[in-house]
């Protein structure tokens, strides 16, 4: 490494942090938000939390109509994700490179996955709410919807990855279609994809809570009655139980991710 | 005199004679077990919903009729193209203040998370705490916030850096134990202080990393402050899709705001798939 391309270096980083500040400034004058207040706000916060954000026994009871909501969360995204996950894979292998069957087919999948994916699962609850109403289905398909676009993208990326050599040494043999999808794409690209699916289990009961509270349903709607009545130490417990509930599958899916990668 | 016996080799035979190939091993078990499992769940989830309300021999036609007037005759009709470009821009402006703050404090914890460059106690407690934080979903910090800070932009912040911060700390920290423990070493061996590593060893060395995750954490950002203003009232078009759909029942606006979240998604998602793919070629 020469003196000019030190220099060069050192300026392309002093310039991305004149970007970096002038954009924070930018951010923070059309959104109205106050350094100075923001960090004084920070403690008081803290303190409300410590001392509002307290379980006491009247809460306690309602630990059975919390855990209901919160199983019906949990198999929510379960179902949401497995179901996305089938699908999925199926139009990760129309989308992929490797295991294209012809152009067209493959753009159609990758613009499904691209829309599903870049509509926030906001829009697709509110969307979902006008005509499916007020319950589980809705919260299902709003996250269905979202998780479809990323586990595509996901799929096709571990597919254009793991398959190429054993791809060609199929068709080398004579293969058909069907039997390099079925005998070399799927097995090898199983293990990473089983884990992508577990981190979207993950991240869809955190996302669930986001949808029950647009949509009226699981977890996140009980979340947001209590919040509105101010009844924080029910809001307290609830919030315990979620992250209970997601350390446990967390934790569950490092233990498998360990095993089968 | 000692006789030596050979083994006779094993051939597992199927029922029907045929040799066995798949003999089971522990990987194949757990991901056939994974996937069984989560199958079983997956039906047995169908048992727990909640079907209030649920017509699906309307509601199917009904969504169609709905999406066809969102997407084919979107209009804004409770306010005018400024307005809109200053709600995406509030948007916007959320998610890069989090992400920006965001990555700063993750910069700094994920050195002390690291297991390369940090004790072994402190590792362990920031990880432990990041954890926590990450699995508490975005919108309950926001709204907890929102009561604690008041609300507004700083609630909004406040409450996404939260969820950042754990996010970007993990990413970083991975990056960081992938180091070349060499590189280590070396500034080590000249006398080189904790501070001149990291100045340096670490961060010359993983900075593309950190950039490209960063610049991912934004796009995530986006679409999150897109889910405070509608669920915690964060304002920017996040709030004008929900009142668009909650309040008006205006379809067509719906459509609008929808393909501008859209166009701004797609335009941030090509940009990182490019960062993202600068990074790996030049690494």
């Not at chain 1, 054993?166 to 089983?194: C, D, F, H, N």
Request: avoid cysteine; hydrophobic fraction near 55%; charged fraction near 15%.
């Amino acid at each position: 490494m020469n003196e000019t391309v030190l220099k060069k270096r050192k300026f392309q980083m002093t310039m991305l942090f004149l970007g970096v500040i002038v954009l924070t400034y930018l951010s923070a004058w059309i959104t109205d938000y106050g350094f100075v207040s923001s960090l004084e706000a920070v403690p008081g916060a803290m303190a409300w939390i410590f001392s509002n954000l307290l379980v006491d026994g009247e809460a306690l009871g309602k630990l059975p109509a919390i855990m209901e909501k919160l199983i019906e969360t949990v198999f929510m995204s379960i179902a949401a994700t497995t179901i996305a996950a089938v699908l999925s894979l199926f139009l990760a292998i129309m989308g992929s490179k490797t295991t294209m069957v012809n152009r067209a087919l493959g753009a159609v999948s990758r613009f499904v996955a691209s829309l599903s994916r870049n509509i926030p699962v906001v829009a697709w609850s509110l969307i979902l709410l006008l005509s499916f109403g007020q319950n589980s289905v809705t919260g299902f398909l709003a996250l269905f919807v979202g998780t479809l676009g990323f586990l595509t993208r996901a799929f096709m990326e571990t597919i254009d990855e793991a398959s190429l050599g054993s791809v060609e040494a199929l068709r080398a043999t004579g293969a058909t279609y069907w039997q390099i999808v079925s005998k070399a794409v799927v097995p090898q690209g199983l293990p990473q994809m089983v884990s992508w699916v577990l981190f979207m289990i993950e991240t869809n009961i955190r996302s669930a809570t986001l949808v029950g509270i647009l949509t009226g349903t699981g977890i996140g709607y009980m979340f947001d009655m209590y919040y509105k009545t101010m009844n924080y130490e029910v809001v307290a417990l609830i919030t315990i139980t979620i992250v209970l509930a997601v350390i446990l599958i967390e934790l569950l899916s490092t233990r498998i991710r360990k095993v089968i990668l | 005199m000692q006789q030596i016996t050979q083994q006779p080799t094993v051939i597992r035979r199927t029922r029907t004679g045929k040799i066995n190939i798949r003999s089971g091993n522990r990987v194949s078990l757990v991901l056939s077990s994974t996937l069984w499992t989560l199958g079983a769940l997956t039906v047995l989830a169908f048992f727990f919903f909640d079907y209030t309300g649920f017509r699906p021999l309307q509601a199917i036609p009904e969504t169609l009729y709905n999406l066809k007037a969102m997407f084919l005759e979107p209009k804004l009709s409770h306010f005018g193209w400024g307005e809109a470009a200053m709600q995406v821009a509030i948007t916007l402006g959320l998610g890069a203040l989090a992400t920006v703050f965001g990555a700063v404090f993750a910069f700094f914890l994920a050195l002390g998370a690291a297991e390369n460059l940090s004790v072994p106690w402190l590792s362990r407690s920031i990880r432990v705490v990041v954890a926590f934080v990450r699995a508490v979903p975005t919108v309950l910090w926001v709204l907890i916030f929102a009561i604690a800070a008041g609300l507004g932009s700083e609630a909004a912040v406040l409450g996404m850096l939260f969820h950042s911060v754990a996010y970007l700390v993990k990413a970083f920290s991975e990056a960081f134990e992938e180091v070349d423990p060499k590189i280590l070493e070396a500034l080590r061996a000249t006398g080189a202080g904790w501070w001149q590593t990291v100045v340096h060893g670490v961060l010359p060395s993983t900075f593309t990393y950190l950039l490209s995750w960063t610049f991912l954490r934004f796009e995530i950002n986006f679409s999150v402050a897109v889910a405070m203003g509608a669920a915690a009232g964060a304002g920017g078009i996040g709030f004008e899709l929900f009142m668009a759909s909650g309040f008006y029942f205006d379809l067509r606006e719906v459509g609008m705001i929808t393909y501008m979240i859209l166009a701004v998604a797609i335009v941030l998602e090509v940009f990182s798939t490019r960062l993202k793919s600068r990074v790996y070629s030049a690494g």
